[in-house]
């Protein structure tokens, strides 16, 4: 298989095998002009397997979204087809807009206009929990 190489891009990779769809609709990657190649199950030395996102534009990528999904995941971005940022991510300390609660109790189901936000409470068990009534998201 032939991906075509990117020249100004972003190419998110050592994504869990298996998360990369996921990642593609959180990001909302299918409302984009630009081409995107989504690779599952991509033979890794580190990882076994792996999928990979790359975008053929740069685009304002919700870090946030990417660390929640898989905090493992490396962004790289691409200028003039050479290699100009790498970044690793961690789990993000509070997401927002990501998780929606799913406590028929909580404010949020109520006041809709509430942004859903959710807090990291157990960093080595990536629990997050939401900022309004603490339920623990799935």
Same mark, same amino acid.
């Given at each position: 298989?032939?991906?075509?190489?990117?020249?100004?891009?972003?190419?998110?990779?050592?994504?869990?095998?298996?998360? #990369?769809? @996921? %990642?593609?609709?959180?990001?909302? !990657?299918?409302?984009?002009?630009?081409? /995107?190649?989504? &690779?599952?199950?991509?033979?890794?030395?580190?990882?076994?397997?792996?999928?990979?996102l790359?975008?053929?534009?740069?685009?304002?990528v919700?870090?946030?979204?990417?660390?929640?999904?898989?905090?493992?995941?490396?962004?790289?971005?691409i200028r #003039?087809? @050479? %290699?100009?940022?790498?970044?690793? !991510?961690?789990?993000?300390?509070?997401? /927002?807009?990501? &998780?929606?609660?799913?406590?028929?109790?909580?404010?949020?189901?109520i006041?809709?206009?509430?942004?859903?936000?959710f807090?990291?409470?157990?960093?080595?068990?990536?629990?997050?929990?939401?900022?309004?009534?603490?339920?623990?998201?799935?």
């Amino acid at each position: 298989m032939i991906i075509g190489k990117i020249e100004d891009g972003i190419v998110l990779d050592h994504i869990k095998a298996g998360q #990369g769809m @996921k %990642l593609y609709n959180i990001l909302g !990657l299918d409302k984009l002009d630009c081409e /995107v190649a989504l &690779i599952q199950n991509a033979h890794s030395e580190k990882l076994g397997r792996k999928d990979i996102l790359k975008i053929d534009k740069i685009i304002d990528v919700n870090l946030d979204a990417v660390g929640y999904v898989d905090p493992g995941i490396t962004v790289n971005i691409i200028r #003039g087809g @050479k %290699l100009a940022k790498r970044s690793h !991510l961690e789990a993000p300390e509070e997401v /927002v807009g990501i &998780i929606k609660c799913k406590n028929p109790r909580c404010i949020t189901t109520i006041e809709q206009e509430l942004p859903q936000v959710f807090q990291l409470t157990d960093r080595e068990n990536r629990v997050y929990r939401c900022k309004y009534c603490e339920s623990k998201a799935e």
